[in-house]
């Protein structure tokens, strides 16, 4: 994991997760609840998410086959969307509105847009890193190979789960009240969640 991308990524992914801690912090003192669309739970488990995420992918991505160049690209890139991921879920709880299916105003509008076209983002440049696993082309012993092909199949998974809670929300929003697009937005989730983060805990454990 040296060079300086990768640095600067993990440098990236300790801020992402120091920003979520401080917004768990904002939540102790402050009566929001922490469910809902305007909750400080959505800074705090984004921050989170993709801080580890982040940190994750720059360990992961050191056993694939792949140019330098290349990976310093695919690890910039999404290193920026993390931020601009988080950064969006985060100006929005400070605002008191909704970060996702928001068309509120102009400004909603296009603070919507610009998180969703991040998500397909993060499925192009993760998706990159997942096809060089499942062609096999890992430097590393059968039982990180295993780890890693599964890893990376799980967290595309995860992102298309959550690319379909949000067509499903903007459905709902077109068709019926906001308060009912909201509720079943959430429908998957608790696998959206767990599947995320495969890439970490079975690498993890495979070694």
Known sequence: MT??????????????VVAGLFHLGVF???????????????????????GLTLATVVWVTSYLRLAPRTRN??????????????AGISLQAWRGVPSHLNRSTPFDSV????????????????GAFAVTA???RIDAPPSMRLALRAGFALLVAGLLSGAAMIAVGTVAMRTGTAAHAY?????LKHFHGV????VLVLPALSR
């Open 3 to 16: 060079g300086r991308t990768a640095r600067a990524c993990l440098a990236v992914s300790v801020a992402l």
């Open 28 to 50: 102790a003192v402050d009566d929001r609840p922490w469910g809902g669309p305007v909750s400080w739970r959505k800074p705090f488990t984004f921050g989170i998410s993709f």
């Open 73 to 86: 690209i695919l690890l910039g890139v999404f290193a920026a969307d993390c931020v601009v991921e988080v």
């Open 111 to 126: 603070v919507a847009v610009v998180l969703a076209l991040g998500g397909a983002v993060l499925i192009v440049v993760l």
């Open 134 to 136: 499942t062609r096999g």
């Open 183 to 187: 509720e079943v937005t959430g429908f």
């Open 195 to 198: 599947t995320l983060h495969a």
